[in-house]
């Protein structure tokens, strides 16, 4: 069972960055992409970055685009999402999730959007405000 466990969150100005990290673990861990996904109460999850394994190609929703890089170290079966130049806007519990077949990571890459597939972590939560 794949488990994913996200950690980098906090308080943070506007203007600041935070790198967050999402570590994947668990007996056949072998998945085609990983998804960052944020959400604030009352509104549905939305993606923001994704990026393919077998590609190595990344995906950014305009909203984000140029302020957030999502990278991996797959030695360490780890990925990360550096956030610079923080918005208010950008608050919200911020989630990893793994798909594990071709079809659901082209949903959810090129799309950003949420498919049944994903395997989700806990989250972790990004506040930011002076």
């Known amino acids: 069972q794949v488990q994913l466990v996200e950690s980098g969150g906090g308080l943070v100005q506007p203007g600041g960055s935070l790198r967050l990290s999402c570590a994947a673990s668990?007996?056949?861990?072998?998945?085609?992409?990983i998804g960052w996904f944020r959400q604030t109460p009352g509104k549905e999850r939305e993606g923001v970055s994704c990026i393919d394994n077998n590609k190595g190609e990344t995906n950014y929703a305009d909203s984000v685009a140029g302020r957030f890089t999502i990278s991996r170290d797959n030695a360490k079966n780890t990925e990360y999402l550096q956030i610079d130049s923080l918005k208010p806007e950008d608050t919200a519990d911020y989630y990893c999730?793994?798909?594990?077949?071709?079809?659901?990571?082209?949903?959810?890459?090129?799309?950003?959007?949420?498919?049944?597939?994903?395997?989700w972590g806990k989250g972790t939560p990004v506040t930011v405000s002076s």
């Open positions: 668990g007996f056949g861990f072998d998945y085609y992409a």
């Open positions: 999730g793994e798909v594990p077949d071709a079809r659901s990571s082209q949903a959810m890459c090129v799309g950003l959007r949420v498919v049944d597939t994903i395997v």
